[in-house]
């Protein structure tokens, strides 16, 4: 049907309009969801990543204490999995928790310690372990058969009591190393196993600006005594020099009146008489 202003569909750009609309609010809070969660990360199969994770959460200044607490006793009463805490540092403004946890704890981990806060920046990263692995288990397999050659030798019947104790230091040294290499490994394996977490405990407000102001004036004394006892540790080290460099200086200035201003003051000397008896020849004379 063709109406009176010619338009045959009056309607499609206002329909259009309706579903655009509608396309971006069923999509909006998909996206808002998912940029809100941090997951764990383990390597896929045949890949030897270890991840790392790095989050700063933004939380009122009296929740700061609260949350790290209860982030430490969730790690250490291994709530979310097997946790282990690496690094704990605190500090006026907020502080920091450093721990190893499985992949999946991550996720409910980052959760207990944002709550009633927001989580800002967020920093995921992998380490390529592949050759780190091999090299290690190149050099097991070369010492375990280093070993084993050793252990026929000690079996023989003709070897005599001298090769025997030098054998025994050999697979003695032998054993320290495949155990060091295991330990080696041991480390490898858990960090891929498990991620590394570091979470960035931040103030969202001002509450905590009275106390560094606080804190700034209550140093201040013992910041200006510092400060003073450094620059005259600074111009100790200073002093001698310019007192053995003034003498030299002094002498430098008396030879320079001495012989300079002095030669000067002949040669102006020595120019006065001659000026004066060229000035009469130079004259001419006056007309009587």
């Known amino acids: 049907m063709r109406h009176l202003d010619g338009n045959s569909h009056p309607l499609r750009m206002p329909l259009m309009i309706l579903f655009a609309g509608l396309a971006l609010a069923g999509c909006s809070p998909k996206d808002h969801s998912r940029a809100t969660v941090i997951s764990g990360e383990q390597g896929r199969a045949g890949a030897q990543l270890a991840y790392e994770h790095e989050l700063t959460l933004a939380l009122p200044g009296a929740l700061l204490a609260p949350r790290m607490q209860a982030t430490r006793e969730a790690c250490e009463s291994a709530r979310f999995g097997a946790c282990n805490i690496l690094g704990i540092t605190e500090d006026g403004n907020g502080g920091e928790i450093i721990l190893r946890i499985a992949p999946g704890g991550v996720e409910p981990m980052v959760t207990l310690a944002a709550e009633g806060g927001k989580l800002g920046q967020r920093i995921t990263r992998a380490e390529d372990l592949a050759d780190a692995v091999a090299d290690v288990r190149r050099r097991q397999d070369r010492l375990q058969a280093q070993q084993q050659r050793l252990d026929e030798l000690a079996k023989r019947k003709d070897i005599t009591v001298s090769d025997l104790i030098a054998l025994s230091k050999e697979q003695a040294g032998i054993e320290n190393e495949l155990q060091a290499l295991a330990q080696v490994a041991a480390g490898q394996q858990h960090r891929l196993d498990t991620n590394r977490v570091t979470l960035n405990f931040?103030?969202?407000?001002?509450?905590?600006?009275?106390?560094?102001?606080?804190?700034?004036?209550?140093?201040?004394?013992?910041?200006?005594?510092?400060?003073?006892?450094?620059?005259?540790?600074?111009?100790?080290?200073?002093?001698?020099?310019?007192?053995?460099?003034?003498?030299?200086?002094?002498?430098?200035?008396?030879?320079?009146?001495?012989?300079?201003?002095?030669?000067?003051?002949?040669?102006?000397?020595?120019l006065a008489p001659r000026r004066a008896a060229k000035q009469p020849r130079n004259q001419e004379p006056k007309d009587t």
């Open 202 to 270: 931040r103030s969202s407000d001002g509450a905590n600006q009275a106390s560094r102001f606080s804190r700034m004036f209550s140093n201040l004394g013992t910041n200006l005594v510092d400060g003073t006892a450094d620059a005259l540790e600074r111009a100790s080290y200073v002093l001698p020099f310019v007192i053995l460099a003034f003498p030299v200086v002094w002498l430098w200035v008396w030879l320079w009146r001495r012989f300079v201003v002095s030669h000067r003051l002949a040669v102006a000397s020595g």
